[in-house]
């Protein structure tokens, strides 16, 4: 379903900037203790150490820039996927990427003692990519070949092994456990500069690349057989999706873990609101999956306060009646 006349971009581009600039702007001033807009404009304009000028700087800004990064990216890489595979389930999570990169990175952690962030991006894009390439092709296995109903189950079985994989991982090294529990819920508590410095190159690379394929995908989406037709080089269209997935959310689940069915909501609204022309398609998916991740993390400070929710439980609430409502109704046309 869509619009009968798509927004006008500079319309859509409008208001979702200003209501991400709202929603940023929230959880900077919002949490625990609550910061006045005062406080936070002068901690950029004259920092002077005080509590509230500490917390915005060292807590809160770099909070809200990781959720900015985490859904953007999760929101781009739920749109190459469900433009390539034709699926409007396929996302992230439930084709067992993020949980590919999820058991990569929680490895490295337990059986090599890797720490760095460094190290751990480069432990999670393999795992992505590995997890990616063993969906595909449990998924095509048989006459049938890959459909995209096969994809949907073979990712559910990559997803489920390797979750039990990470919880199998964790029980051997009671130590991670606790550490590495709210980071399985997809949290980005704690997340500072250092981390965002070391996943900022990764995740533009695929920012780009992205980009550079949106008009392929435009014509890729319309089936695989019609864009041979056309001449495009189908093959190569397919390889750079695939890097670009592992770029975004490989990086993503670095930074905040498995954070699920932002990838799976984001690039159907993103249609919805503007067709299917991938060229605005993946720049909207990139506003909204923003949008998305941080209206979530303020409302996770507050619904069992003075607990918070991780990030990634709240993104599970909004996109699990999606993904039943989406279920529901059958393929819907990308």
């Known amino acids: 379903m869509r619009l009968s006349r798509p ?18 702007v929230a959880s900077i001033s919002l949490g625990t203790r609550l910061v006045s807009p005062g406080a936070i404009v002068t901690a950029f304009t004259g920092f002077d150490g005080s509590d509230q000028h500490v917390i915005v700087m060292t807590v809160r800004v770099p909070r809200t820039l990781a959720a900015v990064a985490v859904g953007a990216t999760l929101g781009i890489a739920g749109a190459i996927l469900q433009a390539v595979s034709r699926n409007p389930l396929a996302e992230p999570g439930i084709l067992g990427i993020s949980w590919g990169a999820a058991l990569a990175a929680v490895g490295a952690q337990v059986l090599l ?3 760095s962030m460094t190290g751990l991006v480069w ?19 048989g006459r049938q070949g890959l459909t995209p109903a096969r994809l949907v189950v073979a990712g559910a079985a990559v997803s489920a092994l390797l979750a039990a994989m990470v919880q199998g991982l964790l029980v051997l090294d009671r130590e991670s456990l606790e550490g590495a529990r709210r980071w399985l819920a997809g949290s980005i508590v704690g997340a500072d500069e250092s981390v965002l410095v070391q996943v900022v190159p990764y995740q533009l ?14 014509t890729f989406s319309l089936g695989e057989d019609v864009a041979r037709g056309l001449g495009q080089r189908t093959g190569l269209v397919k390889s750079g ?5 592992v770029l975004l959310a490989g990086t993503a ?11 799976l909501a984001v690039p159907h609204l993103a249609r919805y609101l503007l067709g299917r022309d991938y060229r605005r398609v993946i720049p909207a998916a990139a506003l909204l999956g923003a949008l998305l991740v941080v209206v979530a993390d303020v409302a996770a400070r507050f619904v069992i306060r003075p607990e918070e929710v991780p990030v990634g439980v709240m993104t599970a609430l909004v996109g699990a009646p999606y993904l039943i409502h989406v279920a529901r109704r059958g393929v819907i046309p990308l």
């Open 205 to 218: 690379a695929g920012l780009v690349l992205a980009l550079l394929l949106a008009r392929p995908l435009t």
């Open 7 to 24: 927004l006008p971009v500079p319309v859509f581009a409008a208001l979702g900037v200003l209501a991400l600039v709202v929603a940023v």
């Open 241 to 245: 999706a695939a890097a670009a997935v």
């Open 123 to 141: 432990f999670a894009l393999g795992g992505a990519a590995v997890a990616g390439a063993m969906v595909v092709t449990l998924g095509g296995l």
């Open 253 to 263: 689940t670095a930074v905040a873990g498995p954070v699920v069915l932002v990838g």
């Open 113 to 115: 003692g890797v720490g």
